[in-house]
């Protein structure tokens, strides 16, 4: 398969633990934070480590999850996945790469993202902002859903900013006992990434676009870069983004009533559907005249980021559904919202779940 033709096993377990951040996931990864050893402390003295995988490699994940015996017979590599690999090639050919401070540096960010509440910013330099206020407003009239939706915005500069870089030590690293030791080790950091290539410019690093139960929603620059260089509009992208993840706060509102969504034997079936579900929604609100209005052209966008952003990963916990099966359910909500064009009027989310489970085989 292409997969093993472009790279190693440990290229695979990194790619892998980039697409196992479900957007939809309700716990962080359990492992302890990174605790800098005498090697990072010394920038000077930092050894590379591209080096060829082991049988020893930790990555837990069952590489039978690419049999070409499998359903991936029909699954394609995208150009979605080129683009994450060229991160990790460039990780591997940085002489101060390290996987250990790489886990540590996402567990950073993950955690204070979904802990912070205050001032927000979307895209590099904010350039985001005004849609992003224009789409949340849209997004709440639309669907109406009885919660407050808070969304964040996630950077790689948080990781080149001395503050909010010790405020992150001081929070989440519990080696850490005050703001002091928090600066100290922010300081040493900030050194090795200045000697850095990579680290932490690299879009990897800010890749999350997820939602939780208590109404958090966030938007990475590094997945809007990404799918930008697909070639698509980046207000699709992030139209796109927002969109599939406000829809999972409606599953999250609804979870008690749509009992459908817990029948499946197979937690892979399960997160397929729910995610399958939001690309749906999201063309559907997308393409409503009183959603965010997009025309042909603009939704042709939108397919080429739901086909792209599909992956191979069948019989994965957080498996998002096939490149084909995202492309056709998102085509499916623009075929709903096409019905309802002369009428005008807003499904609710109960008869929208209702259709696309009526539906749902033929997105399979």
Known sequence: MKLFQKSSGYIICL???????????????????????????????????????????????????????????DCPFTDFGDIIFSYIFDFFNDPYFDFDLVNYYLELQKKYVTHYRGDNYFGESGEYNHLADKRTRE?????????????????????????ILASMIESFDRSVRNRTEAYAKADLLLEINALSSTIPESPYFAMDGFTKSNGLLVIGDGLIESIVNLGVDEKVVFTGIISHEWWHQAQFEYSEIWEDIIEFELDWEKSRFLEL???????????????????????????????????????????????????????????????????????????????????????L
């Open 15 to 73: 790619f892998i633990l980039l697409l196992h951040n479900s957007c939809s996931e309700e716990k962080l990864s359990t492992h302890e934070i990174y605790e800098i050893n005498s090697e990072l402390i010394l920038p000077q003295a930092k050894k590379a480590t591209n080096k060829p995988a082991t049988e020893s490699s930790s990555c837990r994940t069952e590489f039978r999850l690419f049999a070409p015996d499998s359903e991936l017979n």
């Open 139 to 163: 997004l709440e009239k639309f669907w109406q859903l009885e919660r407050s939706v808070i969304v964040n915005g996630q950077h790689t500069a948080f990781l080149d900013d001395r503050d």
């Open 277 to 363: 579900e939001a690309d749906f929604a999201a063309a559907y609100f997308m393409t409503h005249k009183r959603g965010a209005t997009y025309n042909w052209k603009r939704i042709e966008d939108f397919f080429e980021v739901s086909y792209n952003i599909g992956d191979c990963l069948i019989e994965s916990t957080n498996h998002h559904g096939t490149p084909n099966q995202r492309l056709e359910a998102a085509r499916l909500g623009y075929e709903l919202a096409a019905e309802a064009q002369h009428k005008g009027f807003i499904l609710e989310p109960q008869a929208v779940h209702k259709y696309f489970i009526e539906h749902y085989t033929e997105v």
